[in-house]
């Protein structure tokens, strides 16, 4: 590219502002309020108190909770950091006009999306904080995923400071899958410096990400260990992301039978979620006790069961973003299939024949709501899939991707 279509494109760009102080402040003084009476959050913002006003700076973060955006937010306060969010959230009407408020830079997930990266630059450039969530998307178990391909390259090009927030306890707190709101137990955020911008010109890409991986390395399941989550319901929606009975394998015969029981309804086996987030046996099964004391070890199984010879597919109503900016989830409707090399779309949407087939090399992971849909991007523009007759068959879409792509790390000292 010369330096002429270097300028042009980057003037395509407007500038990157600040989100709007009449309600980032307000905001951030309920939400701090109630976070801390409520939820029991404490900080230690010890590593982040050297970062200064007009002073560009890269904060990188695991992302593990809904919650994450305003803990940071807690966090780095003075400061009104620039977020960059998922285009999944930002076509939504009835947050679309707040995160545009809180001048976010939104991204489109796993597909190509230069713009993203010219205003990341903008913002550097405007000396502004920036956030950055490097896997890419919310884990729905509470632990890391990979680091987006190309994160590495991004901080190096910065050159910038860069730190890290982890909310220690915020998936406990609000689990992905959980149908039952805030649980207050404890949330704990820690901060550190990752990188000096001086030492980053010395290092290779692969020692950055090296560095980043162990740094967004997170397991909710060993942090806070015994402290109780209160729950009047603990276990409902957790039926969204364990799909496959451990004893006879069924698939998407698990059902809440109590507020914290989960119980296969082919063969009985059970398990009962303590409020500290473990499993205990329960009910009786011929075939024997579920054989699993966390969440993480039952959902590590059941993705290692997958068969990625036996391909994946669904009717599926479709939503897409239409000419007012906004998603219609009931855009279209077609048939969805996936097997080891590609994924492929047949149907209609908004009227018109879609037909499409992405490669699975070139989608590496589903953004997905556990127990509604997955997102799949074609030629950059964002399509929700809804799976049916069972919306719950979005975590085994998941599942199959991420172990075909080899995306997901196991728990702490056993990575893969």
């Not at 899958?177 to 207050?184: E, N, T």
């Amino acid at each position: 590219m010369t330096e002429t279509s270097k300028s042009a494109s980057t003037k395509k760009i407007k500038k990157i502002g600040k989100p709007n102080p009449f309600i980032y402040y307000p905001l951030c003084i309920i939400a701090g309020l109630y976070l801390r009476l409520r939820l029991h959050i404490h900080c230690d913002r010890t590593a982040i108190k050297k970062i200064r006003k007009g002073q560009p700076a890269l904060v990188v973060c695991p992302h593990i909770s809904n919650m994450d955006f305003i803990l940071v937010a807690l966090t780095l306060l003075p400061h009104r950091p620039t977020f960059v969010v998922s285009e999944h959230f930002t076509v939504r009407p009835k947050i679309g006009w707040f995160l545009k408020q809180m001048a976010v830079i939104p991204k489109k997930m796993y597909c190509a999306d230069i713009r993203t990266i010219l205003s990341i630059m903008r913002a550097k450039e405007d000396g502004q904080i920036i956030v950055l969530f490097p896997e890419g998307r919310l884990t729905c178990f509470g632990h890391s995923l990979n680091v987006t391909e190309g994160t590495a390259q991004l901080v190096k090009k910065l050159a910038i400071d860069v730190y890290t927030v982890t909310g220690n306890g915020a998936y406990k707190t609000l689990p992905k899958w959980g149908k039952s709101g805030f649980r207050p137990g404890r949330i704990q955020v820690t901060t550190s410096k990752l990188f000096d911008a001086a030492d980053l010109k010395d290092m290779s890409i692969d020692q950055i990400n090296e560095m980043l991986e162990a740094a967004i390395l997170h397991d909710e399941e060993a942090v806070l260990p015994g402290i109780p989550y209160r729950c009047k319901t603990p276990a409902l929606g957790l039926d969204g992301i364990l799909y496959r009975c451990p004893c006879c394998s069924a698939e998407f015969q698990m059902e809440i039978c109590t507020a914290d029981t989960i119980r296969c309804t082919a063969c009985g086996a059970a398990a009962r979620l303590t409020a500290d987030y473990r499993l205990t046996h329960q009910g009786e099964s011929p075939l024997g006790q579920i054989p699993f004391d966390t969440i993480n070890q039952w959902y590590f199984w059941q993705q290692d069961e997958i068969d990625l010879d036996e391909p994946l597919e669904s009717d599926v109503t479709v939503g897409a973003v239409g000419p007012d900016g906004h998603i219609n989830p009931q855009a279209g409707y077609g048939h969805l299939t996936m097997n080891r090399s590609e994924i492929h779309f047949s149907g209609q949407v908004f009227g018109q024949p879609l037909e499409f087939t992405e490669s699975t090399e070139t989608i590496k992971a589903f953004p997905a709501t556990v127990s509604s849909h997955l997102n799949l991007y074609h030629q950059k523009v964002l399509y929700h899939m809804h799976l049916t007759p069972d919306p719950r068959a979005v975590i085994k879409w998941v599942c199959y991707l991420d172990k075909k792509n080899g995306n997901v790390r196991k728990k702490a000292g056993r990575l893969t």
